[in-house]
């Protein structure tokens, strides 16, 4: 292999987690956020002979995936665009300055919610995606307002809990 595409594999190596976090936040699904995470990666290979070693890798990784979900948007004409291009900048600034450490506990996320039961989903969702307040959430769940944000309180500490239990269980070699 090409030292500078071995290169390219190992920089990518390490920042796939976010970018697979900033493709998922720009398309919502997660069948076609592999789909357009294969073509960045593609992009990246292809592209490493231009990729300027004096900059960071990250948010130059973040341009390629951005533009690969730009691409499958056009060709599908299957899903909005969740996010303003404003938005979309300020998110990939913000992923480009996350702690590679933080990275890995975002890495595990995924598989922790599907833990969760639908009720306990149900909370997240509209809670973290959808921005409700516990009171609204309350109304729309049949539930008492003190009752979501006690949920709300147990599951994040869940969630947490699952995190350092999968990141210690990947540092032992025990896998997720």
């Given at each position: 292999?090409d030292?500078?595409?071995?290169d390219a594999v190992?920089?990518?190596?390490a920042?796939q987690p ?6 998922h ?6 069948d076609?956020?592999?789909e357009v995470l294969q073509?960045?990666?593609?992009r990246v290979?292809e ?5 300027d070693?004096?900059r960071p ?10 533009r690969?979900?730009?691409d499958?948007?056009r060709?599908r004409m299957?899903f ?8 979309q900048?300020?998110?990939a600034a913000?992923?480009a300055e ?9 890495d595990?996320?995924d598989?922790c919610l ?8 149900k909370m997240?969702?509209l809670r973290?995606?959808a ?7 309350a ?5 008492n307002?003190n009752?979501?944000s006690?949920?709300l309180?147990?599951i994040?500490?869940a969630?947490?809990?699952c995190?350092?239990r999968?990141i210690r269980?990947?540092a032992?070699?025990?896998?997720t």
């Amino acid at each position: 292999m090409d030292p500078r595409a071995a290169d390219a594999v190992a920089l990518w190596t390490a920042a796939q987690p976010a970018v697979s976090a900033f493709v998922h936040a720009l398309v919502g699904d997660r069948d076609l956020r592999d789909e357009v995470l294969q073509d960045t990666v593609a992009r990246v290979l292809e592209s490493c002979g231009s990729y300027d070693r004096s900059r960071p890798f990250l948010p130059w990784a973040l341009t390629l995936a951005r533009r690969a979900a730009y691409d499958a948007r056009r060709r599908r004409m299957r899903f909005p665009a969740p996010l303003t291009e404003a938005a979309q900048d300020r998110l990939a600034a913000a992923i480009a300055e996350v702690e590679p450490s933080e990275r890995v506990a975002a890495d595990h996320l995924d598989a922790c919610l599907a833990g969760l039961d639908g009720r306990q989903r149900k909370m997240c969702e509209l809670r973290y995606r959808a921005g409700l307040k516990p009171a609204r959430i309350a109304e729309l769940m049949g539930l008492n307002s003190n009752t979501v944000s006690k949920s709300l309180q147990r599951i994040r500490e869940a969630l947490r809990e699952c995190i350092e239990r999968r990141i210690r269980a990947a540092a032992a070699g025990g896998g997720t």
